[in-house]
């Protein structure tokens, strides 16, 4: 409940604070900034989770992941919309040569898209029935941190010590994750065996 | 009104707003107790008035230290639909006050705008100081309501206060060595926080420099503005003297400067030294060569109304000055010289 709260109310805040001017005379780019950033952060906290329950021994806490991974989809859809919409105005002509030219746009997107996907395959139903592919799939949020990271540091224009700090931030969580990505890696291979 | 703007450089008699005409209509409207969206676009009643943002905002106005100036009335320019004052004053790119839009709004009041001394020297046969406030009073100030363009993909419409900086420059006697002129911004981390740690001021050389080639810099479009809308500047748009150059993308519009060179050899600019292969010496608006990271063929228009009211428009080549300026830059390749 806290949880969902907690990334909630900043929408809400939202807002409160575009007309209040708290974002600038000009919100839009502020906007878009902040609801990035804000899926970053929600992406790391998702791969905080499994680190945190084995320091603290104490696993409920694993029930936070899946409401943190989807509200970090939330977060990017609206960052994707809010630039789609606000920033190209859906000039679609131009929003498909600036998808497909910009690097960071297009890793932007990718990222977006197997967060759609994960999102879509997180039914704990649908968790079942994959099995070993659910794992397989899901394990990319390993790569889409870094992407995501990418992304940010491709996208600023000349302040990138707060992208590197995000970057140093996700290899630790990676680097604090070595077996379960070791354990990813081999249901890949076993995939890619079967195929 | 901001249809104008779409038409591109063909704007349209009755899309006139003045200055004053703009400071009373929003007395009128305030008298009136309505929002200015909701007169400017009947349509947007409603909701969306909440999100206007056309408003001043009250520590705004307890921070105001400008000063009212007088000048001549533009009558050319005034076809085009303005930016709201408050949208251009706290949508800023000044990277010596935080790199975030809203951090120069936030921080440059710490800036102290008095007394300022402007030094032109090198390739003159008088050089000088100038005491910039008196100077201002002494100078018959012009409005130029010029387009606005940066680098960035967005677009405001600014009625400028200023000087011709050629008829400026022209008082100190360039010499026949002078090709070019460079400019620099105040330095002094103690007033700029963004000098003081690479962190705020996101990792820039200070001081901030920038420059023109000669012919440039003496084309009547190119100003020293010390106000707009009206009055003096506020410190986050560069007072209390900038340079402003319509055709040109917003980054070679240096604030709050302090020197002036005239020089024989091209100098270095900020932005070039920081990322040569986004950001050439020459930053002509040109909607056919893209930014490496993005396209300029279009920009959003920051206009009068709500946020969510999204003006995509064509950008226009050397920002719609192209018929007074193309003419500087024949024969040269613009996707070399960008």
């Known amino acids: 409940m806290l949880l969902h709260l907690a990334a909630f109310l900043p929408l809400v805040w939202l807002v409160y604070a575009i007309p209040a001017g708290e974002l600038g005379g000009d919100p839009v780019k502020e906007l878009i900034h902040f609801l990035g950033l804000g899926a970053l952060r929600l992406l790391l906290l998702t791969l905080l989770v499994s680190p945190l329950r084995a320091l603290s021994a104490y696993s409920p806490l694993i029930k936070l992941r899946r409401p943190l991974g989807l509200w970090c989809f939330a977060w990017a859809s609206l960052h994707f919309f809010a630039w789609l919409y606000l920033e190209l105005g859906f000039d679609w002509p131009l929003i498909a040569s600036e998808l497909l030219t910009r690097s960071y746009a297009l890793i932007g997107l990718f990222v977006w898209l197997i967060l759609s996907l994960l999102a879509l395959t997180s039914v704990p139903l649908l968790q079942r029935k994959m099995g070993l592919r659910w794992r397989a799939l899901h394990g990319s949020i390993y790569i889409l941190v870094l992407l995501a990271c990418l992304h940010f540091y491709l996208s600023v224009k000349s302040d990138v010590v707060e992208p590197l700090l995000y970057f140093v931030a996700a290899v630790v969580l990676l680097a604090l994750r070595r077996r379960s990505i070791k354990s990813w890696l081999k249901s890949l291979s076993v995939l890619w065996s079967r195929a | ?338």
């Open chain 2, 1 to 338: 009104m901001s249809k104008a703007c779409l038409s591109g450089g063909k704007l349209r008699e009755g899309d006139v707003t003045p200055e004053s005409l703009y400071v009373n209509r929003r007395s009128l409207i305030k008298a009136l107790g309505l929002g200015s969206a909701s007169v400017a676009a009947p349509a947007q009643a409603g909701l969306l008035d909440f999100w206007a943002g056309d408003s001043d905002n009250q520590n705004d106005r307890n921070r105001d230290q400008r000063k009212p100036l007088s000048y001549q009335v533009d009558n050319n320019a005034a076809k085009l639909s303005l930016t709201p004052y408050q949208k251009a004053s706290s949508y800023n790119n000044f990277y010596e006050f935080g790199t975030s839009k809203t951090a120069p709004a936030e921080n440059a009041h710490s800036l102290k705008l008095e007394p300022w001394t402007l030094t032109v020297e090198g390739e003159v046969n008088k050089p000088g100081k100038v005491d910039v406030w008196q100077w201002m009073n002494q100078q018959k100030l012009e409005e130029r309501i010029y387009r606005m363009r940066c680098v960035e993909a967005w677009s405001m419409v600014i009625p400028w206060l200023g000087f011709e900086l050629g008829k400026f420059l022209k008082q100190f006697e360039p010499t026949s060595n002078a090709k070019f002129v460079a400019f620099e911004t105040l330095y002094d981390p103690e007033q700029m926080p963004g000098q003081k740690s690479r962190l705020v001021g996101g990792g820039i050389d200070y001081p901030y420099v920038e420059g023109l080639r000669i012919d440039e810099a003496m084309h009547p479009l190119s100003i020293l503005a010390v106000g707009m809308y009206g009055k003096t500047l506020p410190p986050q748009n560069g007072a209390p003297l900038r340079l402003v150059v319509p055709w040109k993308y917003g980054f070679k519009g240096i604030k709050s400067i302090v020197k002036i060179r005239l020089l024989e050899k091209m100098p270095a600019t900020t932005w070039n030294l920081l990322a040569p292969n986004e950001y050439g010496f020459y930053a002509n608006v040109n909607p056919e060569h893209d930014h490496p990271r993005w396209s300029q063929a279009s920009e959003r228009f920051i206009g009068p109304g709500s946020a969510l009211k999204v003006v995509r428009q064509k950008t226009l080549m050397f920002n719609g000055y192209a018929d007074e300026v193309a003419s500087l830059y024949r024969g040269m390749d613009l996707h070399k010289f960008y």
